[in-house]
Each structure stands twice: as structure tokens, then as C-alpha cells.
């Protein structure tokens, strides 16, 4: 950091600390509260569980009985999990072609569309609307839609003439292909929601900032890429954040489709059959989902990291 | 019917919130709430948890629920969806579980038994023995030789068929007896157009009727329970065998078999472009044209070794169970399960439920014809199995085997299919 913002530095501590004597006791107690509150409910719902699902990770129970019946058995779960169990490598190749999916191509998309709707454009409503639309359906809706343009006398088929019995192509029940199906279902869902979520950004951007850009003869992708983009960096925060999260806890669209079997594998049904399924394997299923929290949040403390760095 | 038929939706909405990563200690005592606090009507209280939730399930239950209020029971029925109750089963048995609740026998039920949370009941059998044939018995005890669990219906798993399309190709099921007969019938089927051996296996269980099948015709009934229960290795060249006859139907069976669930598969033999389908006798439950029904009937799986013959089948027996938690209503809910083992529970599901199958020898003999088909083709054999997701650990048949067996219907090598079975069971916990 240079000398001359030192200064400037040096003095907002100052600042701060006579705006903060001026609280009174009930003010330190009403914000006390609404700060305390919620991160004591945070703690106990969100924190105390994570810490034991990774406690639980390195142990043997099969959920029935108490502390006394749970087995230490150290890194043993994660060492099976990564050389024995089938489903495994399937999984998380699959959940890291849905980030890439999604990131490289959705997310991009969905930005692309919101720079567009943004200048109103004829009709801009309406493809708002049909955009966001998949956000708004139902799974269940949005499986059975898909069904039918996928099944094996679907649409698709039907287009390319291969509804005949015998003849189909399976487009769900190929474990080559299904996996690509629904990735295109996923980004379809994922444009509208990253679209939407963009627009509200673009709309809070400083028109006069385009303007000046606009005096300065600067071309509509340069405005975009040197002034909006940077502008928007908490909503390319979120942005991110929500890609991320969306693509590593994928479930429901697998679920609906085969039950997350056959090449449509991923973490989190992988997760859900060993805890939460009749097997019981809570150990096996927290040390799963350990590696799953672990995938979230490293790519998303790097991106905010490298955010908050170039911030200062 | 089978306990792993699927509504995925359903399920998935009912836990959507809890699979978020740190779930793991979120659930238990979903299913706690409800047991029989309310003050009620008099009679002798006792809560039953039901996964009888399918609406023809649901109206066996309040026909005998209405029988048993008549013999002094006031019974409160909780019934939860059934795919969550199954899920849920552990948390609930040590939450505050219902006195008495629906169950399946074979692993499943003792293995409960042994975590001590059923209640054991020698004492009800005392009462109602007499009305069970041994095997039956058998099938009721837990590991430790107790009591534990009361049958009530039970239905076989055999090759569904209709008789008019065995008839119009003139194949006689009468003849199909060897393995050789059977790919000869599949033969004539497909020469004339129709798809043989109609598959699906999208949900994972559904194929696993038919390598159970394979399994006990190919290696003996032994071997079987040996192989569900982990005593013999995935890797023995037995295995192979199993899956290398197996093979032999292959050019036989629909090719989009993975796409296909149970009853999707079911619908091609209803809509005769298929001939067959390996699978329980529920497979009657989407014929609902009596025309149609009439025309369904059954023949036993063929005979794939001479010594082994047709003497197994899989006939999987649902029931009920005490929980640890009736020991405190224990006179109450033992009552009520010696009514649910007597004829007065059978003959109330009966009124309701014509093709239903009943555990308690002492009922009549089916009217129906397909339900008689059914009594007949047990009583012709000396094996029962349950089923492998009943026979074998539930950490095993559901996450690990159902996918080792949709591998190998897309086209897997069986022998690395087996390697890493194997592999996977040796890494489970020990039981």
C-alpha cells in the first residue's frame, strides 16, 4: 500500500470509534440481539451439524443406538470410498462435468440474456418471462415435460425417425448419453435463474456510467467488459456462488429421472442412499458428504478470496 | 406389494430439505409422531404404523382395522408413505415408534430383532401356531430362535404371461419346463414378431427377481441364501455361471431395459407385444379390464440344472412387528397381533382384496384362478426366498447391487461386475 493512503486509513478507526460510542445501552442491546440471535440459530443449525456430519465421517454406525455404538474408524471411510465404491468416480466425474456445464456454458448464457432483455427490447416482457419460466415449473412438471420429448417414442425421436420398437435411441437409459440429456435440462433451468439475477444487476447499474462510456467512444462489448462487468462485482459474486452450489448439489433432476442410477450418478444422491436410505451407512454417507462440502466451498473461498484481494 | 416399488417424486419431495450435506443427524423422529396418546373411544388402544399407502393397500387396512374394532381393538392407524416409511424405518424404531407396525420378513426383520428394537412374542405364537405351517414359522424367528413377527399375505414372483398370446403363437407353457424349452418359446415369440421377455430395470430391483431366479436354478437354493447373506464370495465361478446363463436370454428381452420400470415393462405384456415377464404376481395390478385378468396367468421359472429343478421360488411374506415401545401397551398390542395372525384379520382383507394371499392355513382356498395359480406353484415347492433386497443386507442389495446389475444388463464385463462386488462387501460394516 502507498504512504499517502495511509494516512487516510489511520483515520477511519478513529471515525468509527465515536460513531460507535454514541450507541446507547439499548442500542448495543437491540443490535446485540438481531446479530446474536440469528448466528446462534446459525451455529446450532448449520455449524454444529457440519462439524458432527464430519466427526461422523471418520466413524462406523449403522444409526441405530447411541455414542457408545459409534466405531472410530479414522480415514477408513474415505480411503474405500476412493478406491472400492463403484459409484464413486461416476459421481463426481459427473457432478464435475455439471459445474463445467453450467459455468462454462449456462452461466454465460444466462448473463448474454440479461444484457439483451436489459435493452428493452420489442417484447423484452415476454422473453423475460419464457426465460424464467423453467425456474417457476415444478420438477415433477419440468420431468415429465422432458420425458416426453426424450422417452423412447418421444419427440426427439420421433424427429429423427427413430421411434420404431427396437429401433429407439435411450436417450435416458444409456449411461452415455443421459448424463448429457440432463445437463441440457439443467442449464435450460439454470439460464433463466442466472438471466434473472443478472437483469436485477444491470438494472441497478448508474446509467450515467454508460453514458460516459458512450463519450468516451467506447464499443458496446468494451462498455460491457470494462464498465458494466466490474461494476456488477457483487452480483458476479452471487453469480458464481450460485453456479457453484447449484452444480455440486445437484439431486432432484436425477432423482426424478432414474434415481440417480445407471450414468446419472452424483454426490448428493450418493449421500441420500447411504444416510437417509434403509442401508443406514452413516459414516460411509457423512464421509461422502464431507468430500461434497469440501468440492463447494474450496472453488467458492478461492473466487471470494481473489475478490476481496483485488478489492483492496 | 414389493416394498421397493417407486414414486420417486413423492420420496424425494417428503426429504428434498434434509439431503443438504449436513443432514446426517436431521431426520430422526420424522416418522416419531403419533402414537396412541389421544384419548379415543373405548376398546383396547393400540397405534399401528402402516406403509400401506397405496389406495387399494389403504382399504385392506381399514377393512381389518374395522374387524379388529369389532374384537375390542381401537386401533390408530398412522400410515406414512410407503418408500419413506422403509427409509425411515431406523430412526422411527428408536424414536417413539407406533406399538405395532408393518414389516417384511427374511433379513430385514431380524435384523431389527438383533438391534433389540422389536419385541419378541413367543407368546402370541403360543396362541396362534397352530394356524401357520413351518415354514412359516421359520420365517418368523429371529436369529436368536424367538419370535418376532406375524405373516399375514405373501405373493409369489413367477413369469407372468396371457394366455391368448401362448395360444395364437401355439407355444404351450404346460411344456416349458427346461431352460432348452424356454429359449425354444422365446424363439417362436420372436420369429413371430413379439418381444419374448419383457425387462425393465430403471429402478435397480426389478432384475434382481430374475437374477435370483438364475441364481437358485443355476447354483441351488443354498447357494443362494449363502451368496445374499455374504457366506460365499461374489468371485466364485458359480457366480459366473449365474450371470453367463443369464446371457442366454439376453437376445430374448426388449433392449431398452434400463429405460423401462417394472410396470412400464409389465404394460407390454398387457398390450401383447411382449409374451413374458419375470415378476411378482402384482404385476396383476394394471389389468384393470377383467377381460384382461382373466387372461393373465403364471408358470414357474423353467428349470436351469436337473438336480436344482423347480424346487425354489421367491415368494416374499409381508407382516407385522412389535416395536421395543409396545412393551409398555404390551398386553394390548400382543392382542392385537394374535388378531392380526387369526382368520378374522384374513377374512376382513379378503372381502376387500379378492386375490390376496393369505399366510394363516387355515383360510379357504383362492377363488380367483390366478390367486389359485399362485397358492399351487408355492405349495409345488421346497424353497421360499424373499427376495434379494430382503435375503441380503440393505447396504448392499440397494446402493451396491442394483447398480452392479444395471452395469451388467448395459452390457458389463461380469467378471470385473463381480471383482467389485465383492470388493464392496467386504468394505461394509460388519453386521
Not at chain 1, 16 to 31: E, L, P
Amino acid at each position: 500500500m502507498s504512504t499517502n493512503t495511509s494516512t487516510a486509513v489511520a483515520e477511519t478507526p478513529q471515525r468509527r470509534r465515536r460513531r460507535g460510542n454514541s450507541f446507547t445501552a439499548k442500542d448495543r442491546a437491540v443490535i446485540g440481539g438481531l446479530v446474536g440471535f440469528p448466528t446462534a440459530l446459525h451455529i446450532l443449525l448449520v455449524w454444529i451439524p457440519a462439524i458432527l456430519t464430519i466427526t461422523l465421517s471418520f466413524c462406523e454406525w449403522d444409526g441405530i443406538g447411541g455414542i457408545a455404538d459409534i466405531k472410530w474408524v479414522g480415514f477408513r471411510n474415505y480411503t474405500q470410498i476412493f478406491t472400492l465404491y463403484a459409484d464413486f468416480g461416476p459421481a463426481l466425474r459427473n457432478n464435475i462435468l455439471w459445474l463445467l456445464a453450467l459455468a462454462l456454458v449456462a452461466t454465460p448464457l444466462g448473463v448474454i440474456l440479461a444484457y439483451f432483455i436489459d435493452k428493452e427490447l420489442k417484447g423484452t416482457k415476454f422473453y423475460q418471462t419464457a426465460f424464467y419460466l423453467p425456474m417457476v415449473l415444478s420438477l415433477a412438471v419440468t420431468g415429465i415435460v422432458w420425458d416426453y420429448i426424450f422417452r423412447n417414442n418421444g419427440f426427439v425421436n420421433a424427429m429423427l425417425g427413430a421411434d420404431h420398437p427396437g429401433h429407439t435411441i435411450s436417450w435416458f437409459g444409456d449411461p452415455h448419453k443421459n448424463i448429457w440429456v440432463v445437463l441440457g435440462i439443467a442449464s435450460w433451468r439454470h439460464i433463466g435463474y442466472i438471466m434473472l439475477l443478472y437483469l436485477a444487476g444491470l438494472k441497478s447499474v448508474d446509467p450515467s456510467l454508460r453514458e460516459a462510456a458512450a463519450i468516451d467512444g467506447a464499443k458496446e462489448f468494451a462498455t460491457f467488459r470494462k464498465v458494466i462487468f466490474p461494476s456488477l462485482r457483487p452480483v458476479n459474486v452471487i453469480i458464481i456462488v450460485v453456479t457453484v452450489i447449484e452444480s455440486l448439489r445437484a439431486f432432484d433432476l436425477v432423482y426424478v429421472i432414474n434415481r440417480g442410477k445407471n450414468g446419472l450418478q452424483v454426490l448428493a444422491v450418493a449421500v441420500y442412499e447411504n444416510i437417509l436410505g434403509e442401508s443406514a451407512r452413516i459414516g460411509w454417507g457423512a464421509a461422502l458428504a464431507t468430500i461434497l462440502f469440501v468440492l463447494c466451498i474450496g472453488p467458492i473461498m478461492l473466487y471470494l478470496y481473489q475478490t476481496f484481494k483485488a478489492d483492496k | 406389494m414389493s416394498e421397493i416399488m417407486e414414486d420417486g417424486v413423492s420420496r424425494r419431495s417428503v426429504l428434498k430439505g434434509s439431503i443438504a450435506g449436513a443432514g446426517a443427524l436431521a431426520t430422526t423422529g420424522i416418522l416419531g409422531a403419533g402414537t396412541a396418546t389421544e384419548a379415543h373411544a373405548a376398546g383396547k388402544k393400540v397405534s399401528v404404523g402402516s406403509n400401506q399407502s397405496d389406495p387399494a393397500a389403504k382399504k385392506n387396512d381399514a377393512a381389518w382395522v374395522a374387524a379388529a374394532k369389532k374384537a375390542g381393538f381401537d386401533v390408530k392407524l398412522n400410515t406414512v408413505d410407503h418408500n419413506t416409511f422403509q427409509n425411515q424405518i431406523s430412526s422411527y424404531l428408536q424414536g417413539t415408534p407406533d406399538d405395532v407396525f408393518t414389516w417384511f420378513a427374511g433379513y430385514r426383520m431380524q435384523f431389527f430383532a438383533s438391534k433389540k428394537l422389536a419385541t419378541p412374542i413367543d407368546d402370541v405364537w403360543a396362541k396362534i401356531g397352530s394356524q401357520f405351517t413351518a415354514g412359516y414359522k421359520n420365517a418368523s424367528k429371529g436369529l436368536d430362535g424367538k419370535y418376532y413377527f406375524v405373516p399375514t399375505t405373501w405373493y409369489p414372483w413367477a413369469i407372468m404371461y396371457r394366455k391368448s398370446v401362448f395360444a395364437a403363437a401355439g407355444v404351450d407353457p404346460k411344456t416349458i419346463v427346461t431352460w432348452a424349452d424356454f429359449l425354444n418359446a422365446c424363439k417362436t415369440f420372436k420369429a413371430k414378431g413379439i418381444t419374448p421377455i419383457a425387462l425393465g430395470d430403471k429402478g435397480g430391483w426389478e432384475a434382481m427377481g430374475t437374477f435370483d431366479f438364475i441364481n437358485f436354478r443355476t447354483n441351488g437354493f443354498k447357494f443362494h441364501m449363502d451368496l445374499t447373506a455374504g457366506r460365499v464370495k461374489w468371485t466364485d465361478p458359480r457366480v459366473q455361471k449365474t450371470f453367463n446363463n443369464w446371457k442366454t436370454m439376453f437376445p430374448y428381452q426388449n433392449t431398452d431395459t434400463l429405460d423401462l420400470d417394472w410396470n412400464a415393462a409389465a404394460q407390454l405384456v398387457l398390450q401383447k407385444t411382449a409374451a413374458m415377464q419375470v415378476m411378482g404376481a402384482f404385476h396383476a395390478s394394471i389389468y384393470t379390464d377383467p377381460a384382461d385378468l382373466a387372461d393373465l396367468a403364471l408358470f414357474p421359472f423353467p428349470e436351469i440344472e436337473k438336480a436344482n429343478g423347480r424346487e425354489a421360488v421367491e415368494a416374499p411374506i409381508d407382516g407385522y412387528m412389535l416395536s421395543k415401545g409396545a412393551t409398555k401397551n404390551a398386553a394390548n398390542a400382543k392382542g392385537l397381533a394374535g388378531f392380526i395372525g387369526s382368520t378374522g384379520y384374513a377374512d376382513a382383507v379378503l372381502k376387500v382384496a379378492p386375490t390376496a394371499l393369505f399366510a394363516n392355513s387355515k383360510m379357504p382356498k383362492p377363488e380367483n384362478a390366478f390367486a389359485r395359480q399362485q397358492v399351487e406353484l408355492v405349495q409345488s415347492c421346497k424353497y421360499i426366498a424373499q427376495f434379494f433386497d430382503r435375503d441380503s443386507r440393505p447396504d448392499f442389495a440397494s446402493p451396491i447391487f442394483s447398480n452392479a446389475i444395471q452395469k451388467f444388463l448395459g452390457g458389463g464385463d461380469s467378471v470385473a461386475i463381480a471383482a467389485d462386488l465383492q470388493k464392496q462387501w467386504d468394505a461394509l460394516p460388519s453386521a
